[in-house]
C-alpha cells in the first residue's frame, strides 16, 4: 500500500462518520462517505451538511456522500467503517463483495460484539481475511471534531504502514493522531469507557459532588485496566488517550450520549426512555452487560459494573450503589435487589 493516500471511504453517516470524512476530504483525499438514508447523502452533497447527525457542522465541500456501497469502496485505499456494533458485522458482509486485494479497513466503532465476545477488529479480520486491519479510538467527541477544536486520536494496528497512512490522511491543524501496535488495548479501552460515562452521568444527576466525579473516574481507570490487563492488553496504553483520555471526556461532558443516559436515568428515566430519547447509538448499555457476564465468568473484580448493571437492568437505586461503593463490599444490599430482580442471577 503506498503511504501517500489518494481515496478513501467512510462507512456510515453518522457523527463521527461525518467528522472523518470532511477531514479527510480536506486533507484532499478523493472521499465516499457511504450511508442508507439518501436525504442526509443529498444534504452532504448539496448543502455540505448532516443535518440528522452533525448539525450546524460545515463539511468540506469536496466530500462526497452516496447510498452505493460499490461506488464508494471502489478505489478506495482506506476504508473506516463507523457504523455502531449491533450492525458492524452485517455492514462488513454487505461491503466484502466489492473489496479487492490491497484495500485496509479501519474501524471506529467502540464496541463489542457480544458472541464470541469480538471487537471490531476481529470482525474485520474474521470477514475480510488478508486485508490489513486497524483502529482508530480517543477522546474524541464528533461535535467538537466538527467544529474544529484541538483534538488527538490513536490509530493502532500491526501494520506500521497502515498506521503511518492513517496518520498521514487524516492529520491535520486540529487533529493529531498519535500510532500504537497495542490494537487490543486501544479498542478495548474505547469500548470499555463508554460504562463508565454512563456511571457518571447518573452520579451527576444525582447532585454528588467533584470530589465523587473524581473518584468514579478513578476507579474506572483501575477497574477498566483491571479487566483488560487480564485479558491481554498492555497497561500503559490505558494511561494514554484511548484509555484516560477518553475516559475523561466521556465521563464529563454531558456532549457524550453514554453520559446523557446514565443523566436521564439518573433523574429517573427507564433506560429504555433514555434511549428513545437519545435517539442516537450509546454503546455503553450494551457493553455493559456482555462485560459484566465476562467478568462475572472469568472472576474479575469489576465493582463499578456491577452496580451500573443493576441500576440499568435490574432498577435497583442508584443511591444504593453509591453507597456500597463506598464500603467496598459485594454482599449487601445490590446482590439482594439484583437477586430478586427478574433477571438477577
Ligand atoms: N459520535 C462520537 O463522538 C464518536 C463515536 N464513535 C463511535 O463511532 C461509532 C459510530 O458512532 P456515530 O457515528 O457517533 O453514530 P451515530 O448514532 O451518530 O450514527 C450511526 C450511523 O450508523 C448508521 N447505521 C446504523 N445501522 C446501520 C446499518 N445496519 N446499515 C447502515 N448504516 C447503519 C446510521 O444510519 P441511519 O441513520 O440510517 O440509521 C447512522 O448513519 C460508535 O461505535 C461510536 O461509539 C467514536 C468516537 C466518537
Ligand atoms: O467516544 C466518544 C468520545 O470519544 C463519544 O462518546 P459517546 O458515544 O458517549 O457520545
Known sequence: MSVKVKQAAVIGGGSFGTAI???????????????????????????????????????????????????AITGAELIFVSVPSKSFRSVVQQLKPFLVEGQSLISTTKGIEPDGFN??????????PGHSVAVLSGPN??????????????????DGALRIAVQESLGCEYFRVYASDDMFGVELSGALKNIYAIVSG??????????????????SLAEMSRFAVALGANPLTFLGLAGVGDLVVTCMSPMSRNYRVGYAIGEGRTLDEAVAELGEVAEGVNTLRYINAQSEELGI?????????????????PRLVAKELMTGENTSDVEFALAKSEIGE
Open 21 to 71: 470524512a470532511s477531514i479527510l476530504a480536506a486533507n484532499g483525499i478523493a472521499t465516499q462517505q457511504w450511508m442508507r438514508n439518501d436525504v442526509v447523502a443529498t444534504a452532504i452533497n448539496e448543502q455540505h451538511e448532516n443535518p440528522q447527525y452533525l448539525p450546524d457542522v460545515k463539511l468540506d465541500p469536496r466530500l462526497h456522500a452516496t447510498t452505493d456501497l460499490a461506488k
Open 119 to 128: 471487537l471490531m477488529s476481529q470482525v474485520l479480520m474474521d470477514e475480510c
Open 141 to 158: 467527541l464528533a461535535k467538537e471534531i466538527g467544529r474544529k477544536q484541538l483534538t488527538a486520536t490513536v490509530v493502532a494496528s500491526s
Open 202 to 219: 447518573f452520579i451527576a444527576a444525582l447532585g454528588m459532588g467533584e470530589n465523587t466525579k473524581s473518584m468514579i473516574i478513578t476507579r
Open 301 to 317: 473484580y469489576m465493582p463499578l459494573v456491577k452496580g451500573a448493571y443493576a441500576v440499568l437492568f435490574a432498577h435497583v437505586d
